[in-house]
T-cell receptor, first 114, second 114 residues
Framework: AQSVTQPDIHITVSEGASLELRCNYS??????LFWYVQSPGQGLQLLLK??????LVQGIKGFEAEFKRSQSSFNLRKPSVHWSDAAEYFC????????????FGDGTTLTVKP | EPEVTQTPSHQVTQMGQEVILRCVPI?????FYWYRQILGQKVEFLVS????????KSEIFDDQFSVERPDGSNFTLKIRSTKLEDSAMYFC????????????FGPGTRLLVL
């Protein structure tokens, strides 16, 4: 069964500092991996995705993520955080099988200090 | 850019009442999904639907839930007799092909059961 672990429930960073949100997945084959951002009371916005090719993927809002098969990880990074990045971040794994459903991690809440 | 739409955006209902949540997937998409997010928790898969039948459902999707594609555009989730614990944000998603890497999520319907 596919699963996702986001080890950090809550992260606080200062504005302008770098950010890394961790994501580990469990899946038997090559996974499809996603990062979503959710502001309070809002829907899910796709930041970036990986399904093949270059293991470093670029997304919107200056985010990037790196797929490391050996570590079963897909960590999200941003070199300089802005106050507007404060939100909940979800990592998810999708699959060709299992009816294509996505399995989400528990999420990481990002707080940005001025 | 085409998008998934959901109605209503918010719904308040009394316990025991039936509710129908509506989704209009992207027009050429063939696979449809419902997810649920209880306040403060992660997004959970409920059901996937293809070719007018359920492909997969989670343990959450019990006999109180049903899905239907009544016409060529709508995809509905019905909760027959709502319970307090059904209060959540419900997201619809769609993809063109099974295993396509991106599921397109709607903005969600926030359901409150009193």
């Amino acid at each position: 069964a596919q699963s996702v672990t986001q080890p950090d429930i809550h992260i606080t960073v200062s504005e302008g500092a770098s950010l890394e949100l961790r994501c580990n997945y469990s899946y038997g084959a090559t996974p499809y991996l996603f990062w979503y951002v959710q502001s309070p009371g809002q829907g899910l916005q796709l930041l970036l995705k990986y399904f093949s090719g270059d293991t470093l993927v670029q997304g919107i809002k200056g985010f990037e993520a790196e797929f490391k098969r050996s570590q079963s990880s897909f960590n999200l990074r941003k070199p300089s955080v802005h106050w507007s990045d404060a939100a909940e971040y979800f990592c998810a794994v999708g699959s060709y099988t299992n009816a294509g459903k996505s399995t989400f991690g528990d999420g990481t809440t990002l707080t940005v200090k001025p | 850019e085409p998008e998934v739409t959901q109605t209503p955006s918010h719904q308040v209902t009394q316990m025991g009442q039936e509710v129908i949540l509506r989704c209009v997937p992207i027009s050429n998409h063939l696979y449809f999904y419902w997810y649920r997010q209880i306040l403060g928790q992660k997004v959970e898969f409920l059901v996937s639907f293809y070719n007018n039948e359920i492909s997969e459902k989670s343990e959450i999707f019990d006999d109180q839930f049903s899905v239907e594609r009544p016409d060529g555009s709508n995809f509905t989730l019905k909760i027959r007799s709502t319970k307090l614990e059904d209060s959540a944000m419900y997201f619809c998603a769609s993809t063109h092909l099974q295993g396509e890497e991106t599921q397109y999520f709607g903005p969600g319907t926030r359901l409150l059961v009193l």
